[in-house]
């Protein structure tokens, strides 16, 4: 089976012929699971993804979310699908078996994540930020909250959520003012307010356990003060739920993925409201970032996951929608031709091939990593596996936010006027994909995250390993003829990287760090151009070698070779001029004096 928003082919060609699924079998925690269970959970998630999430894929997005009377209405199927997936086993997926999950392998569960999103990203939010929820009290909780929590999380009962942000301090976790009071009685009396909680309110579960980062009282300063709390909506008290003094202050009104409330909290405005401590006090951003890496990878699949579901759109469409005839064909009797026959569109459709089957290709390597980093033993290979996930992290999350836009947009262009209306789902892509580059860290925060830490820490240790695995991939692309022009186009822009690398981390001791980090973004950018020609050179390999033995599925494999061909010669070249723009001294928007702005 396969559905018309993915390619069950490519996702099989990753985890198989690329990245090699079953490897990870070898290690004990995957043991239990062979090709056979691989294959009916990935196609159990087709089957419910067409089923279940696309058929009421505009139905969410035209009846949002509403508050009222303090409980926010959502749609009808969101309590089945939580179930469903409670039930299914998909909250606890990766989770041990110990608390009742399913000890499956992030790769795998990634590509089920993709699907869902394809069909319908509002839907899988829900159940999604329950499993990252989970996650944090499975690691970093007592005995007594993972009995407590756990098992109505897992089975969709209740609702998790990550509750982070606030009104003056947005990305700036410096600034939290949302306290926690100790008390006699083991738990916290909680005071503050939080913004953009995903799911922070719904009638669509019994309870909602937020995850809420807060200060206690006479901690460090800054972001070494910040602990992690599970608070509930509704606490236990003598085996009954009873108010924990948490409400909805607000529900916002969103441009896009709109079937999923994002929420205003009130937390202890009656003074009743109780926290209870995950883990240590003050370590709360540390346990958070666990949650927040997994999410920054969820964000980079939901958005090329966005993005294929409009290619496949525009691509049924330009093979139906007959308009023009070939610049060759000059009599005017003779029958339109597809649009799908026109160069232009075979090159929007290229990009957003591009753009979608690379971006699963960073994000299906960087679960692999986070699987081995799962259950390597301590040493040298498992902290190679963090340092280069460490790494990538930042371009697996902005790369497909940033691109999927675009690539949507290309998807909307080949529609023409009906990609504007909403006769088809294009326009609500587009809307939906908007989101990707804002949430869980904006692209600027990525940005600096990458440049001023993640290629300088251990004295760039991660940034050299990033170099040596690209290098790898080049030497075997060498071995084949028609692959070392590709080698050396890319090994000409990795060059240039290192020097671009060089020249900030320069300008960072003779200019400052202001200056240092002024253009991050525009070096993020470039990162992730030479990763993606990197991820369509290693597809490009594995392409090639299943041709070699097989002239089976040649369309298949040819259409991965085109689209490397296309990578190297439409996107690589962005490079030179983004290497132009790093390497000049100067300081534009540094010494910009705000009032020439206007």
Same mark, same amino acid.
Request: glycine share 8%.
């Given at each position: 089976?396969?559905?018309?928003?993915?390619?069950?082919?490519?996702?099989?060609?990753?985890?198989?012929?690329?990245?090699?699924?079953?490897?990870?079998?070898?290690?004990?925690?995957?043991?239990?699971?062979?090709?056979?269970?691989?294959?009916?959970?990935?196609?159990?998630?087709?089957?419910?993804?067409?089923?279940?999430?696309?058929?009421?894929?505009?139905e969410m997005d035209r009846q949002p979310p509403e508050l009222a009377a303090g409980?926010?209405?959502?749609?009808?199927?969101?309590?089945?699908?939580?179930?469903?997936?409670?039930?299914?086993?998909?909250?606890?997926?990766?989770?041990?078996?110990?608390?009742?999950?399913?000890?499956?392998?992030?790769?795998?569960?990634?590509?089920?994540?993709?699907?869902?999103?394809?069909?319908?990203?509002?839907?899988?939010?829900?159940?999604?930020?329950?499993?990252?929820?989970?996650?944090?009290?499975?690691?970093?909780?007592?005995?007594?909250?993972?009995?407590?929590?756990?098992?109505?999380?897992?089975?969709?009962?209740?609702?998790?959520?990550?509750?982070?942000?606030?009104? =003056?301090?947005?990305?700036?976790?410096?600034?939290?003012?949302?306290?926690?009071?100790?008390?006699?009685?083991?738990?916290?009396?909680?005071?503050?307010?939080?913004?953009?909680?995903?799911?922070?309110?719904?009638?669509?579960?019994?309870?909602?356990?937020?995850?809420?980062?807060?200060?206690?009282?006479?901690?460090?300063?800054?972001?070494?003060?910040?602990?992690?709390?599970?608070?509930?909506?509704?606490?236990?008290?003598?085996?009954?739920?009873?108010?924990?003094?948490?409400?909805?202050?607000?529900?916002?009104?969103?441009?896009?993925?709109?079937?999923?409330?994002?929420?205003?909290?009130?937390?202890?405005?009656?003074?009743?409201?109780?926290?209870?401590?995950?883990?240590?006090?003050?370590?709360?951003?540390?346990?958070?970032?666990?949650?927040?890496?997994? /999410?920054?990878?969820?964000?980079?699949?939901?958005?090329?996951?966005?993005?294929?579901?409009?290619?496949?759109?525009?691509?049924?469409?330009?093979?139906?929608?007959?308009?023009?005839?070939?610049?060759?064909?000059?009599?005017?009797?003779?029958?339109?031709?597809?649009?799908?026959?026109?160069?232009?569109?075979?090159?929007?459709?290229?990009?957003?091939?591009?753009?979608?089957?690379?971006?699963?290709?960073?994000?299906?390597?960087?679960?692999?990593?986070?699987?081995?980093?799962?259950?390597?033993?301590?040493?040298?290979?498992?902290?190679?596996?963090?340092?280069?996930?460490?790494?990538?992290?930042?371009? /697996?999350?902005?790369?497909?936010?940033?691109?999927?836009? =675009?690539?949507?947009?290309?998807?909307?262009?080949?529609?023409?006027?009906?990609?504007?209306?909403?006769?088809?789902?294009?326009?609500?892509?587009?809307?939906?994909?908007?989101?990707?580059?804002?949430?869980?860290?904006?692209?600027?925060?990525?940005?600096?995250?990458?440049?001023?830490?993640?290629?300088?820490?251990?004295?760039?240790?991660?940034?050299?390993?990033?170099?040596?695995?690209?290098?790898?991939?080049?030497?075997?692309?060498?071995?084949?003829?028609?692959?070392?022009?590709?080698?050396?186009?890319?090994?000409?822009?990795?060059?240039?990287?290192?020097?671009?690398?060089?020249?900030?981390?320069?300008?960072?001791?003779?200019?400052?760090?202001?200056?240092?980090?002024?253009?991050?973004?525009?070096?993020?950018?470039?990162?992730?151009?030479?990763?993606?020609?990197?991820?369509?050179?290693?597809?490009?390999?594995?392409?090639?070698?299943?041709?070699?033995?097989?002239?089976?599925?040649?369309?298949?494999?040819?259409?991965?070779?085109?689209?490397?061909?296309?990578?190297?010669?439409?996107?690589?070249?962005?490079?030179? /001029?983004?290497?132009?723009?790093?390497?000049?001294?100067?300081?534009?928007?540094?010494?910009?004096?705000?009032?020439?702005?206007?």
């Amino acid at each position: 089976m396969t559905a018309r928003f993915v390619s069950k082919r490519n996702l099989e060609f990753l985890l198989y012929e690329v990245f090699d699924l079953l490897s990870l079998t070898k290690h004990a925690y995957y043991r239990e699971h062979d090709r056979q269970m691989f294959t009916m959970v990935l196609e159990t998630s087709l089957k419910m993804a067409e089923e279940t999430f696309l058929p009421i894929l505009a139905e969410m997005d035209r009846q949002p979310p509403e508050l009222a009377a303090g409980t926010v209405k959502v749609h009808p199927a969101v309590r089945k699908i939580l179930r469903d997936f409670g039930e299914g086993g998909w909250i606890g997926s990766i989770h041990p078996e110990s608390v009742g999950g399913f000890q499956l392998p992030l790769m795998l569960d990634n590509a089920c994540s993709f699907v869902f999103s394809a069909a319908n990203y509002s839907a899988i939010i829900y159940p999604g930020l329950s499993k990252g929820a989970a996650g944090l009290i499975i690691n970093f909780g007592s005995q007594e909250l993972i009995d407590a929590y756990i098992p109505k999380l897992l089975s969709g009962e209740w609702q998790g959520t990550m509750a982070l942000t606030e009104p =003056q301090a947005g990305s700036s976790l410096t600034d939290l003012t949302t306290t926690a009071e100790p008390t006699a009685n083991g738990h916290y009396k909680m005071r503050g307010r939080k913004i953009f909680t995903s799911a922070g309110e719904h009638d669509g579960v019994d309870n909602i356990i937020h995850l809420m980062l807060a200060k206690i009282p006479g901690g460090p300063p800054g972001v070494k003060g910040i602990s992690l709390f599970v608070v509930p909506k509704k606490r236990i008290e003598n085996g009954k739920l009873v108010s924990n003094d948490v409400a909805a202050s607000e529900v916002y009104h969103k441009m896009g993925y709109r079937g999923a409330p994002i929420l205003g909290l009130s937390i202890g405005e009656n003074n009743d409201c109780r926290g209870y401590l995950v883990g240590e006090p003050h370590q709360g951003l540390r346990y958070m970032f666990q949650m927040m890496n997994e /999410a920054r990878l969820g964000v980079g699949m939901g958005a090329a996951a966005i993005a294929s579901a409009a290619y496949y759109t525009a691509l049924d469409y330009t093979r139906q929608r007959l308009q023009g005839r070939k610049p060759t064909e000059k009599d005017p009797s003779k029958p339109q031709t597809p649009i799908i026959e026109h160069a232009d569109v075979k090159r929007m459709l290229l990009f957003q091939k591009a753009v979608v089957e690379g971006s699963l290709s960073l994000l299906m390597q960087c679960s692999y990593y986070a699987d081995l980093v799962k259950v390597l033993p301590d040493g040298d290979e498992k902290r190679r596996y963090e340092l280069l996930l460490d790494l990538l992290t930042p371009i /697996a999350k902005t790369y497909p936010s940033e691109m999927g836009i =675009q690539s949507v947009s290309q998807s909307l262009q080949c529609l023409g006027g009906y990609g504007y209306c909403d006769d088809f789902p294009v326009e609500q892509y587009y809307r939906d994909a908007r989101i990707h580059p804002i949430h869980e860290g904006t692209t600027g925060i990525h940005g600096m995250d990458l440049l001023g830490r993640k290629v300088t820490i251990k004295d760039g240790a991660a940034f050299q390993l990033y170099l040596a695995e690209i290098r790898q991939t080049l030497e075997r692309a060498r071995a084949i003829s028609t692959f070392q022009p590709l080698a050396n186009q890319l090994e000409a822009a990795l060059t240039s990287l290192e020097q671009v690398t060089t020249h900030l981390i320069g300008l960072s001791q003779s200019a400052g760090t202001e200056h240092f980090l002024a253009d991050a973004t525009l070096y993020l950018e470039l990162f992730g151009v030479i990763t993606m020609a990197w991820q369509w050179l290693i597809q490009g390999l594995s392409a090639h070698a299943a041709l070699e033995k097989s002239p089976a599925e040649t369309d298949f494999y040819q259409g991965k070779l085109h689209t490397l061909r296309y990578f190297f010669r439409y996107e690589l070249p962005k490079t030179l /001029a983004l290497t132009s723009i790093l390497m000049d001294t100067s300081s534009l928007t540094v010494e910009l004096d705000t009032k020439f702005l206007g």
